[in-house]
C-alpha cells in the first residue's frame, strides 16, 4: 500500500492548537489586565439581543460573576483545545461563548459598522471560528494530545507484558507518546512569548476585546435638562456638526480638517451619534453636506435624534429654495438659514432672499431659525422685522491668547479674507463683538443657541459653557469628538445646576 505524503493528524492537531492558542491568549491577556472588564462590552452591544446584554452590563452582582467566568471560560477552553483533552466538551463550550460574542454586536444592522478588521455582513470571524470549532466536534480523529495517551496506556496494562513482541512495536509507541506530549513543550514556547510580548502593551481584537470606547456612561451625574424650540425638546447641549464634517477652524493649522476627516470616519461618526444620545443629547446641528450620513445613521439605527439642517441659497441660479426642499424631503426636524449665508445677505443687502426662504421654511410647517456669525446680521435683521423662530448666533468671550485686538475687528470679517498680519482676522474669533452680542440676546423674547462658545477649541468648556449661558443662551451648540461627550455633558450638567447670576429668563 502507498504512504501517505502528509500526517493527517499532525494536521487536525495544528488545526486544533492554533483556535485553543487564540482562546488561551484572549483569556491571558484579560487576566493579565487588572482593570479588563466586559462591562464597556456589554453595555454597547447592538442587534437583536441588545437588551440582555444590557441588562447583564447593568448588574454589579453579575459583572462580578461574568468577569471571572468569561477570563476562566477563555483559559479552559484555550487549554484543553491546545493540549488535546476535553476536546468534545471544550469545542461545544466554546462555540457557545462564540455564539455570545457573536450576537452581541452581529454582523448584520448597524453591528456591522463595527466589527474589526472591516464591515462583514452574516459572516466574522467569530462565525468562521465557530464553523472550525463545529467540524473539530464531529471530526472523529482529533489530532496528537495528552487525550491519546490514555489509549497508550490501557494498552499497556491489557498486555502486562515487560516488553512488547517486537522491538518496531516499542518504537512506534514511543513515538506516538512523543507527539502527543509534543503540545506541552510547544505551549511553554509561545506562553513564554507571550508574556514577553506583555511590555509592548498588546491585546487581541476578537469579540471578546474590542468595544465601543462608551465606558464612561456611567459616570454621567445626571440628565441634560430640556428646552423647547417650536414643537421639538431639545437639550440644551447640542452636538455641533463641524467635526463630523470635517470643517475645522484652526487658525494657520492647515493639517486640521483633514486630521478630523482622517478621524470621523463613517464608523467613528455613528459612534459618536450612538453615545451622545446615549448621554442624553438628543438634538444635533449640521451642515447641508451631512444630510446623507444622517439619512445612512437614522436608517440603520433607526435613532430618533432631532437633526437641525442648516441651509442656504444657490445665488447663481435664483433657487432660494432647492436645499429647504431637500432637507425636508430627507427628514430633517428644523431648518435654519446658515450663517455665514445670513451675514453675506445682510452685508449685500439682499434681505429679500432671507424673507423668502423663512416663508418658504414656514409655509411647510417647519420651525425657522436665522444663524449669523456678527451680530450686526441679527441686529439688522430684527430692525426690519425679520424674526425667526430661534436665533443661532456665536457667543463666547474673548478673553484667550490667539483673539486680535478688538479695535481691528470689523462686521462681517468671519467668513471674509484672512490677514497674515497677527492683528486682524486669521480664522481666530468667531463672535467679535461679546459685549453687543450680549445685550442683543438679553433683549429678545425668543430661544437663542450658541455656538462656537469655547471659540473652536481656545477657550476650556468649563469657561466656554459658563459663560454662552450666564449671558443669556437657552441652548449651545458644542463640536464634540466621542472622548468629549460624556465630560461636556457632565460640565453642563455642573454648569447649569450653579448658574446663579443669570439675567435673562430662559426661552424655550
Not at 93 to 116: E, K
Not at 469 to 488: L, Y
Request: glycine share 8%; hydrophobic share 45%.
Amino acid at each position: 500500500m502507498k504512504k501517505n505524503f502528509y500526517d493527517k493528524k499532525l494536521i487536525v492537531t495544528l488545526f486544533r492548537a492554533a483556535i485553543g492558542w487564540h482562546f488561551l491568549y484572549e483569556g491571558l491577556v484579560k487576566l493579565w489586565d487588572k482593570n479588563w472588564s466586559a462591562e464597556s462590552y456589554l453595555l454597547n452591544a447592538t442587534g437583536p439581543f441588545a437588551a440582555f446584554y444590557h441588562w447583564m452590563s447593568g448588574s454589579d452582582f453579575l459583572m462580578r460573576i461574568i468577569d471571572p467566568l468569561n477570563i476562566a471560560a477563555l483559559l479552559l477552553i484555550g487549554l484543553a483545545l491546545f493540549l488535546g483533552v476535553f476536546v468534545r466538551t471544550a469545542s461545544v463550550c466554546a462555540i457557545l461563548l462564540l455564539a455570545l460574542y457573536y450576537f452581541a454586536y452581529p454582523p448584520f444592522g448597524i453591528s456591522s459598522l463595527f466589527q474589526s478588521g472591516g464591515n462583514f455582513y452574516i459572516v466574522n470571524p467569530n462565525f468562521i471560528e465557530a464553523m472550525a470549532l463545529l467540524l473539530l466536534l464531529f471530526l472523529k480523529d482529533k489530532g496528537y494530545g495528552l487525550y491519546g495517551l490514555k489509549g497508550f496506556f490501557k494498552r499497556r496494562k491489557i498486555k502486562q507484558e515487560p516488553f512488547p513482541a517486537e522491538s518496531n512495536e516499542i518504537l512506534h509507541s514511543r513515538r506516538e507518546v512523543l507527539k502527543n506530549l509534543a503540545t506541552l513543550p510547544a505551549l511553554g514556547i509561545v506562553g513564554w512569548g507571550a508574556f514577553d510580548n506583555r511590555k509592548y502593551g498588546v491585546d487581541t481584537l476578537t469579540g471578546a476585546t474590542i468595544q465601543i470606547e462608551a465606558s464612561e456612561l456611567k459616570e454621567l451625574k445626571g440628565e441634560l435638562p430640556m428646552g423647547i424650540i417650536g414643537n421639538h425638546a431639545i437639550s440644551r447641549l447640542v452636538l455641533g456638526g463641524n467635526l463630523i464634517g470635517g470643517w475645522a477652524h484652526a487658525r494657520d493649522l492647515i493639517y486640521v480638517s483633514s486630521l478630523f476627516r482622517a478621524y470621523n470616519t463613517e464608523k467613528k461618526i455613528f459612534e459618536t451619534l450612538m453615545l451622545a444620545e446615549k448621554a442624553g443629547i438628543n438634538t444635533i446641528n449640521i451642515g447641508f453636506p451631512t444630510i446623507e450620513t444622517m439619512i445612512k445613521y437614522r436608517k440603520a439605527t433607526r435613532s430618533k435624534i432631532k437633526i437641525i439642517c442648516q441651509v442656504h441659497p444657490d445665488m447663481e441660479k435664483n433657487d432660494y429654495f432647492a436645499n429647504i426642499d431637500k432637507a425636508i424631503d430627507s427628514g430633517m426636524d428644523i431648518i435654519q438659514i446658515q450663517g455665514n449665508w445670513c451675514d453675506w445677505l445682510v452685508r449685500d443687502k439682499r434681505l429679500d432672499v432671507i424673507v423668502k426662504m423663512m416663508e418658504r421654511i414656514r409655509s411647510q410647517g417647519y420651525v425657522a431659525g436665522l444663524a449669523a456669525h456678527t451680530i450686526d446680521s441679527l441686529v439688522i435683521c430684527e430692525k426690519e422685522g425679520i424674526i425667526p423662530d430661534y436665533y443661532m448666533i456665536t457667543m463666547h468671550h474673548d478673553r484667550y491668547w490667539s483673539a486680535h485686538p478688538r479695535e481691528n475687528r470689523m462686521p462681517f470679517e468671519v467668513d471674509g479674507e484672512q490677514y497674515l498680519d497677527h492683528n486682524k482676522f486669521h480664522d481666530n474669533c468667531f463672535c467679535t463683538f461679546p459685549e453687543r452680542t450680549v445685550e442683543f440676546v438679553e433683549r429678545v423674547k425668543i430661544p437663542v443657541m450658541g455656538f462656537k462658545v469655547l471659540a473652536a477649541g481656545a477657550i476650556t468648556p468649563e469657561d466656554g459653557f459658563k459663560w454662552a449661558f450666564q449671558s443669556g443662551a437657552d441652548f449651545i451648540c458644542v463640536g464634540m469628538f466621542d472622548f468629549q461627550i460624556v465630560n461636556d455633558v457632565n460640565i453642563a450638567l455642573d454648569v447649569l445646576n450653579k448658574l446663579g447670576d443669570r439675567k435673562r429668563e430662559w426661552y424655550g
